[in-house]
């Protein structure tokens, strides 16, 4: 059973720095993309960012240029650093592991297994 944990939640003014870590186990980490995907106060969940098993990263147009997307396949943890954050970045965030070897998955229903989310509050 995979499972995902994520932490770096927190309280930040608008145009701060968090960095997200997701820890998961369960199963060999390497071979699959991992992703990120967010839900704002009223809103359904959404892609944030992905990143293939060897690296190649792809973002939602909303973070271009501000977030980034990595991975530690040695300690089976994936990041996302958020800069220049804004009140609009509020939301529960979550980590992503699908179950096939997609390249990039970016759907909601390619992915299999979730963490329990971490929030991220922007204060204007």
């Known amino acids: 059973q995979v499972q995902l944990v994520e932490s770096g939640g927190g309280l930040v003014q608008a145009g701060g720095s968090l960095r997200l870590s997701c820890a998961a186990s369960g199963r060999a980490f390497s071979p699959y993309a991992m992703g990120w995907f967010r839900r704002a106060p009223g809103k359904e969940r959404e892609f944030v960012a992905v990143?293939?098993?060897?690296?190649?990263?792809y973002y939602a147009v909303s973070v271009a240029g501000r977030f980034t997307i990595s991975r530690d396949n040695a300690r089976n943890t994936v990041y996302l650093q958020m800069n220049s954050l804004k009140p609009e970045d509020t939301a529960v965030y979550y980590c992503?592991?699908?179950?096939?070897?997609?390249?990039?998955?970016?759907?909601?229903?390619?992915?299999?297994?979730w963490g329990q989310g971490t929030q991220v509050t922007v204060s204007s």
């Open positions: 992503a592991a699908p179950g096939g070897l997609g390249i990039r998955p970016t759907s909601l229903n390619e992915y299999d297994y």
């Open positions: 990143i293939s098993s060897y690296g190649e990263t």
